[in-house]
Every structure is written in C-alpha cells, then in structure tokens.
C-alpha cells in the first residue's frame, strides 16, 4: 500500500464513510424508484450491485431511462432530508474528521444531497468541512473530485470511500483510493478496485 504524504487535500464520500446510513439510503432509494414504478432495488443485493459504479450509472444498468432518474434522485432528496435526522456517523468520524480540517482542506463528495449532507455535518459537530459536493451539483464524483485537485495543485488528493465504485472514480480520476471497511461494500469487493490504501478504523484517519 502507498503511503499518503503531505500536505493532503482530502475527500471523502458521506454514505457508509461518515453516516451509518446504509438501511436509511436503501429504503430511501427503494421507495423512491418504487414510487416511479421500480421494485428490483428493494433486494440489498440489487441496491450494492449499483454502487460497483456511479450511482446514476448503476440505476441505468437496471435498465431506469435517464429521465425516471432525473424524478427519482429529487424524490430521493425529499426522503432523505427527513430520514437521515436519526442516523448517527460512525465512531470516530467525528473526532477523525476535525483532526484533519486543522490540518488542511478537507471535502465531502457525495451521491447525497449537498444540503442533506451539509445539515448533517452541522448536526454532528463538523464544522470545519470546506464545502460539500452532492449528486444536485454533479452527479459524477470523478468530474467533482477534478475539480477539487485543480483548486487545489499544489496538494497531495486522497478520496476516502466504502464501494467499489468510489474506487473506480477515484482513480478515474487520477488520485488516490482509499478504501474504509465499516462501509457498505466488504473488503472483498473494496479490492476488486484496486485501494491504495484500506483503513480498518475511523481513529486512523490522518495518522502517520
């Protein structure tokens, strides 16, 4: 595994990374595509098998034309500002997430929604994140992590995710994968994607 030298731009998604959000998404989703006339995401199995990609690329494999999924993310956002009220972060994130905000640019990108995502943090005691990029701004975390490096050369990018396909993009998108295995995805799946580096625990975030 590589080492991360510094000084380090970190980017982390927020489902399965930062909230313990997996049951609140999945029937989140699940109603929302059931509500567009979608019932095959209801099967965990089906709902993981989306994120071995971009989320929006892995509802058009289950063959949900490109305007279906355009209503449901906007019903999926509605659902979600209400559900995620509850949903506690994971130990540690808190504590990991403003040790490294004092140290430089921290971002969250995410398939979530910015305000969502935004107001959770708050709720949560994470103030110091710079700016949240959700699938409303961009539903592609490869262009969003693009351009967050080219704000940012002179720093070393880390995108910090649980699925394979924030493998994909990470390195998609030229920078390095690490992979964390409180997530959604197991550390099976996580290596499928080739991780630079797999943390096993919140309290190393950012350590040497």
Known sequence: MKRMTPPLLWMFDFDGVIADSLDIFHTSL??????????????????????DHNMVAGLLQLGIPSERITAILSDLGRRLATAMEPCQP???????????????????????????????LDRHGMHGVRDVLGS??????????????????????VYVGDTLGDMEEAHAAGVQAVAVTWGWHNVNRLDRGHPDLVLRSPLTLGLP
């Open 30 to 51: 699940a109603d929302a595509c059931r509500t567009h006339g979608y019932e095959q995401i209801r099967d965990r199995a089906i709902f993981l098998d989306i994120f």
């Open 90 to 120: 994971f130990a540690g994130i808190p504590e990991a997430i403003n040790r490294l905000v004092a140290q430089g640019p921290v971002y969250v990108v995410t398939s979530n929604l910015t305000a969502v995502v935004r107001a959770y």
């Open 136 to 157: 409303d701004r961009n539903p592609s975390k490869q262009a969003k992590i693009r351009a967050l490096v080219a704000q940012w050369p002179a720093l070393s990018p």
